[in-house]
């Protein structure tokens, strides 16, 4: 069966034959070439795949300790089919948490690297810009430091007009 490279799963540091004696190159953490949305969506799988690892892990764990008194429990019994059978599951369940925990290990040391990567695109993302709503607070902010200019020219011409009326009323 064929892995996914986008599923945070796949284990894309498999020497192959071409690369032998070159160094490994993680796939999973080249993500240089994403934008900062495609880098943000990325990251969130991969998290999100090491929180339900992390909740089987557990799961697998509790099982793991539930087979083990079960194995205790045929030995006090005295019973050597069913010891052997619980033992039987003890072992396969044993592989199954150190797989599960090997899996956990790879996918938190490469969340950690993958958080700096998108810190680093969050401090370069330059958000999209509505032009119109730019305009518009460009305008607002104009009108607002116009407002106190013409309030000052409008109450120099009221003024104005006050001391024509005042010098009216005096001539007669």
């Known amino acids: 069966m064929e892995q996914n490279p986008l599923d945070p ?6 020497p192959s034959p071409s690369n032998a004696g070159m160094p490994q190159v993680d796939l999973d953490l080249l993500i240089d070439h994403l934008s900062y949305e495609e880098t943000k ?5 991969f998290l999100l795949t090491e929180k339900i690892t992390e909740k089987n892990l557990r799961q697998k764990e509790q099982e793991l300790e539930q087979w083990r ?4 429990l045929a030995q006090h019994a005295q019973d050597l ?4 059978e619980a ?11 150190e797989k599960l925990k090997s899996e956990y290990t790879q996918l938190r040391d490469k969340n950690a690297i993958l958080k700096e990567k998108l810190k680093l695109k969050a401090q370069q993302h330059v958000p999209s810009i ?9 305008e607002m902010l104009v009108n607002s430091q116009e407002y106190p200019l013409n309030k000052k020219f409008e ?5 104005d007009e006050l001391e024509k009326l005042k010098s009216r009323l005096k001539k007669p």
């Open 9 to 14: 799963k796949f284990n894309s540091t498999e």
């Open 41 to 45: 969506e990325y990251v969130w799988r």
């Open 69 to 72: 008194q079960r194995v205790s």
């Open 81 to 84: 089919t069913l010891t052997q």
């Open 87 to 97: 033992q039987k599951r003890v072992n396969f369940l044993e592989q199954e948490v």
């Open 130 to 138: 509505d032009a119109h709503r730019l305009l518009a607070e460009l």
């Open 155 to 159: 109450d120099l011409a009221v003024g």
